[in-house]
Structures are given as C-alpha cells and as structure tokens.
C-alpha cells in the first residue's frame, strides 16, 4: 500500500512534524486538514484510507467527522488524553477503528502506521 493517502486532523504542530517524517520514512502519501471545513473538503477530495484525528482538535464535531470517514470506508484512528476516558470511550463507540492515548500514539506513530500498513496489505 505505498503511497496510500493519509488524512490528519491534529492540532499539536510539532506532534504534525513527527507525523511527515514517520509518513515520508513509510512512503504514505499524507495531507493535513487545518479547520473543520477544510477536513470536510480534504476528506471528498482525497478519500483517504486513513484518518487520523486528534479527539480535542475535533471536539463537538467528532461524531459527523467519524460519519464522514465511515461513509467513505476510511479507517479510522483517534487520541486523546488518557485523564478524558469518556471521550476515549466516546470514540470508540462512534466506530473509530483504534482509539489511543495522546502519550502512547505521540510516542509511537511509526508503530501505528506500519502496523495499518501491514493490515491493509
């Protein structure tokens, strides 16, 4: 799957530099939306795989922006605050495919993108 595309909804800029860099290592094609409607634009034009949404970034519009992604069959994967378990819970119940805390993906994205790599082989 080289050179699949990859959407990110993140507000943590530096955690975004670490996103590019794992992304660029594994060939993945990966774009950013940086506002709710820009993620809406970018997800019709793009259809990506993969979403990749930071929990806080989306706020009251994560339950339409998991829609959205589902509609369009993408994966999805979320993070957030380990201390926001409800809101971890929350999406996974909307039907994210993996939910993470913020310290463990933050920590790992070359782990979770390489893994989705190999399931999507």
């Known amino acids: ?3 699949e595309a990859v959407l990110a909804y993140v507000s943590d800029q ?3 530099v670490d996103l590019r860099e794992t992304a660029a290592k594994t060939e993945i094609t990966l774009s950013f939306a940086s506002s709710s409607n ?3 634009e970018r997800l ?3 259809h990506p795989a993969l979403v990749i949404l930071d929990l806080i970034a989306a706020g009251a519009e994560l339950e339409w922006m998991i829609k959205e992604c589902q509609s369009l ?3 999805v994967i979320a993070y957030g605050p380990h201390s926001q378990a409800e809101l971890l819970n929350k999406a996974k119940s909307l039907g994210c495919n993996e939910v993470y805390t913020n310290s463990w993906f933050k ?3 070359d782990e979770v993108l390489k893994s989705w ?3 999507n082989e």
């Open 73 to 75: 069959n993408c994966t």
């Open 1 to 3: 799957m080289v050179g």
């Open 14 to 16: 530096m955690f975004a």
């Open 44 to 46: 019709n034009q793009v």
């Open 107 to 109: 920590q790992n994205p």
């Open 117 to 119: 790599l190999v399931l």
């Open 38 to 40: 820009d993620f809406k």
